[in-house]
C-alpha cells in the first residue's frame, strides 16, 4: 500500500524517537476508508433523490401569482427563496461528491480573458452596484483543466468577496505572473477573517458567523467546492486575511496548467 494514497490500506508514519532513532508506525485505516465511502455514497445518494421533488415544489411555486393572493405575497416570495437556497445546497453537494471521487480533470484550454470577463460581469450584478469591482489582468496565458470547475471555483471566490464586503467597499480580481507560474486572486475590503477560523475554512459547511453567511445566501459548501477544484489542477490555495482589514484569496497553478493564448 502507498503511503498517504487515499486507497491505502496502510497508514505509515515515521516519528522521532529518541536522539538518533525513528519509530515506524502503520495503522490499518482500511475500515476508515470503507466508512468514509460510505459517507460519500450516503451524501450523493440523498443529493440525488432530493433533486427531483425540489424541482417539482420549486416550479409549482413559480406558478403561483402572488396577484391571486395578495396577503399570502410575502409568504410566497419567502417560499420562492427558501426553495431556491435548497436547490442550491443540493446542487452543491452533489458537484462535491463528485469532485470528492474525481481522480483527474480533463486537459482542456480555458481560454483566461473570456472567464475573467465572466466572472467579472457575474461580481457586477451580484454587487449590484454596492461595490467597486475591478479586474486586473496583466497575465496572457490560459488554464489547462476543467472549464466547468475552475469557472465555478473562480466564481466562488468572487461571489463571498461580495458577500462578505459591506456596500460601499472595493474587489479587486487579478490574473498575473508569479515565479511558479500564474495567481488567481480576490482582494475585497470587507469583514475579515480571523487567524482562527482560517484553518478550517475549506471545510464542508463551516462558517465563521452562521447567522451572517445565512443572511447572505450562501450554502456553507463554496470554499470546499474551490479546495477540491484546485487539487485537482495541482494548484494551491493561499488565505490572507486580518478581521477589519478585508481577505484576499489567491490561487496558484504551476507552469504545467498553463498555455499561452491562442493567436487570435
Ligand atoms: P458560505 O456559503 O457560507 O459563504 P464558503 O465555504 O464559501 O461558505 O465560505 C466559508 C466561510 O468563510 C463563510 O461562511 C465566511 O464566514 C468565510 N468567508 C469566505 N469568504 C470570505 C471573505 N471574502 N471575507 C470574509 N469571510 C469570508
Same mark, same amino acid.
Given at each position: ?25 502503520? %495503522?490499518?485505516?482500511?475500515?476508515? /476508508? ?22 417539482? &415544489? ?16 410575502? !409568504? ?11 436547490? =442550491?445546497? !443540493? ?7 463528485? $469532485? ?8 482542456? %484550454? ?41 469557472? #465555478?471555483?473562480?466564481? /466562488? $471566490? !468572487? ?12 474587489? *479587486?480580481?487579478?490574473? =498575473? ?7 488567481? #486572486?480576490?482582494?475585497? *475590503?470587507?469583514?475579515? &477573517?480571523?487567524? *482562527?477560523?482560517?484553518? %478550517? ?14 443572511? *447572505? ?13 484546485? /487539487? ?5 490555495? =493561499? ?18 496548467? $498553463? $498555455? ?5
Amino acid at each position: 500500500a502507498a503511503p498517504g494514497h487515499a486507497d491505502s490500506l496502510l497508514s505509515i508514519d515515521l516519528l522521532p524517537f529518541g536522539e538518533r532513532q525513528q519509530l515506524l508506525l502503520a %495503522r490499518d485505516v482500511s475500515h476508515i /476508508n470503507r466508512l468514509e465511502q460510505i459517507r460519500r455514497d450516503f451524501v450523493a445518494n440523498v443529493s440525488h433523490e432530493l433533486r427531483t421533488p425540489l424541482t417539482v &415544489i420549486h416550479g409549482y411555486l413559480e406558478l403561483l401569482d402572488p396577484d391571486d393572493v395578495p396577503e399570502l405575497a410575502p !409568504v410566497l416570495a419567502e417560499m420562492r427563496a427558501q426553495s431556491r437556497r435548497m436547490g =442550491q445546497i !443540493v446542487e452543491d453537494l452533489l458537484t462535491l461528491s463528485r $469532485l470528492e471521487t474525481q481522480q483527474d480533470v480533463t486537459d482542456e %484550454r480555458v481560454p483566461m480573458a473570456a472567464l475573467l470577463a465572466i466572472v467579472h460581469k457575474e461580481a457586477l450584478a451580484l454587487s449590484q452596484g454596492r461595490h467597486r469591482i475591478t479586474l486586473e489582468s496583466t497575465a496572457a496565458l490560459d488554464l489547462l483543466g476543467s472549464p466547468r470547475d475552475l469557472h #465555478s471555483a473562480l466564481s /466562488n $471566490l !468572487v461571489s463571498n468577496a461580495v458577500r462578505y464586503t459591506p456596500a460601499g467597499g472595493s474587489i *479587486t480580481i487579478r490574473w =498575473q505572473r508569479t515565479p511558479e507560474g500564474a495567481a488567481y #486572486s480576490v482582494s475585497d *475590503t470587507g469583514f475579515g &477573517i480571523s487567524a *482562527t477560523h482560517l484553518a %478550517r475554512l475549506t471545510e464542508r459547511f463551516y462558517r465563521v458567523s452562521s447567522s451572517r453567511s445565512r443572511e *447572505t445566501g450562501g450554502t456553507g459548501l463554496g470554499l470546499s467546492i474551490v479546495k477540491h477544484v484546485l /487539487n485537482l489542477h495541482q494548484a494551491r490555495l =493561499q488565505i490572507d486575511s486580518a478581521p477589519g482589514a478585508g481577505s484576499t484569496f489567491s490561487c496558484h497553478f504551476g507552469h504545467a496548467r $498553463l $498555455l499561452p493564448p491562442e493567436p487570435a
